[in-house]
Structure formats: C-alpha cells, structure tokens
C-alpha cells in the first residue's frame, strides 16, 4: 500500500517563505513525475509544479520565480520551496505522484493536503 505524506504548511505573512514536503512510503519499485497542485476556496485544483524522476522542473506561470521544486530520489521525497508568498497563494496544497508498486504497474497517489495560509 502507498501512501503520500506531506508536512510544512502553516500561516505566514506576505513576502515569507515556506517549504512543503512530500514523502511517499509503502511497496514502492519507481516513482515517475512528482508534483504539487492546489485548491483554493470555490476554485478548480490547479498544478502549481511538478517534476521528472530526471529532475526537470515546470512550473505554473503564478509562481515562476518564487518556487522551487526538488526531489530526494533516495528518500522518496519531493520538495516545494515557496518564497515571497502573496495571499493569493493561499490554498490547500496537495502531493501528486505517478508511483509503480509490486505489480510493475503505474498509478497516480495523492496527499491528503496540507494548508497554506499567507495573510496581507
């Protein structure tokens, strides 16, 4: 069983920065693409960012410049660096991964979400 586990959201003033992590557990063989997405009130869940199992990052346009994404390959684990946080980032942020397990099958895993606030 695979299971996606985030930590570091929380409340922070505009222009403060956050890193989001993501590590996945459980009968894991390979993890293809990674990435964040995030749902704010009343609005579609979005990609935010996402990256290859080679490290090659994308980006929406709304954080260009101020995340960062990165993975630990040998920890399972990928990362979101969020610098000069607005309040219009404030959203339930959420781990997506495409994860082959025992069946040398890919499925798609997500978080549970965790919450960012940035207050003005």
């Known amino acids: 069983q695979v299971q996606l586990v985030e930590s570091g959201g929380g409340l922070v003033q505009a222009g403060g920065s956050l890193r989001l992590s993501c590590a996945a557990s459980?009968?894991?063989?390979?993890?293809?693409?990674m990435g964040w997405y995030r749902q704010a009130p009343g609005k579609q869940r979005e990609l935010v960012a996402a990256i290859t199992s080679g490290g090659s990052p994308n980006y929406a346009d709304s954080v260009m410049g101020r995340f960062t994404i990165s993975r630990d390959n040998a920890k399972n684990t990928v990362y979101l660096q969020m610098n000069s946080l607005k309040p219009e980032d404030t959203a339930v942020y959420y781990c997506?991964?495409?994860?082959?397990?025992?069946?040398?099958?890919?499925?798609?895993?997500w978080g549970q979400g965790t919450q960012v606030t940035v207050s003005s």
């Open positions: 997506n991964a495409d994860i082959m397990d025992w069946s040398k099958t890919y499925y798609n895993y």
């Open positions: 459980g009968s894991i063989l390979s993890i293809n693409d």
